[in-house]
């Protein structure tokens, strides 16, 4: 037998506010697909639904979203004002800064003409050469973002 509970508890309530977050994201992985035809997880190109289907689904989805969000708001108000306020710019330039050294610690571990060779097999001079030069452009774009984010902090703190 189910406990009855007069108010939801902590329990409750985190539940709701991850299943807000939850149908979010997968609100956003359909519209991804039958819009803008890419499939969410792969990039794979997909061929997107006719304008008037995929806006009778995404109107489908808004009034999930709206349904869930209005009970959140109901039952963790502070918790959705708190989500929707805006982080700092700290915050923005912290998560390009750590979206950046996941690329270069993995994308460009990855891609090293080394790494691969040691991990598929023996490469041609000519293949080694391609995806050196590969990896010099993605290093050389991932530096230049590094430099901006750079300059975009010392901005920051000469504004403060």
């Known amino acids: ?18 299943s807000l977050i939850q149908l979010e994201e997968t609100q956003r992985q359909i519209l991804m697909a039958i819009r803008d035809g890419v499939s969410p997880n792969s990039g794979q190109r997909l061929t997107p639904l006719r304008e008037e289907e995929w806006k009778a ?22 918790w959705l004002k708190d989500r929707e306020k805006a982080e700092e710019r700290t915050s923005t330039l ?17 891609l090293s003409p080394n790494e691969l060779q040691s991990n598929y097999g023996r ?22 973002i590094k430099e901006m984010l750079r ?3 010392e901005t920051q703190e000469e504004q403060r």
């Open 1 to 18: 037998m189910v406990k009855e509970v007069k108010e939801l508890n902590d329990g409750h309530r985190g539940r709701l506010s991850t």
């Open 57 to 78: 689904v995404d109107a489908e989805l808004q009034g999930m979203h709206n349904a869930m969000r209005e009970t959140v708001r109901r039952y963790t108000p502070d």
């Open 94 to 110: 912290f998560y390009l800064s750590t979206l950046m050294n996941e690329l270069e610690d993995q994308l460009l571990l990855d």
């Open 123 to 144: 490469l041609t001079k000519d293949d080694v050469d391609v995806l050196q030069n590969l990896h010099e452009t993605l290093a050389y774009h991932i530096l230049r």
């Open 151 to 153: 300059n975009m902090r």
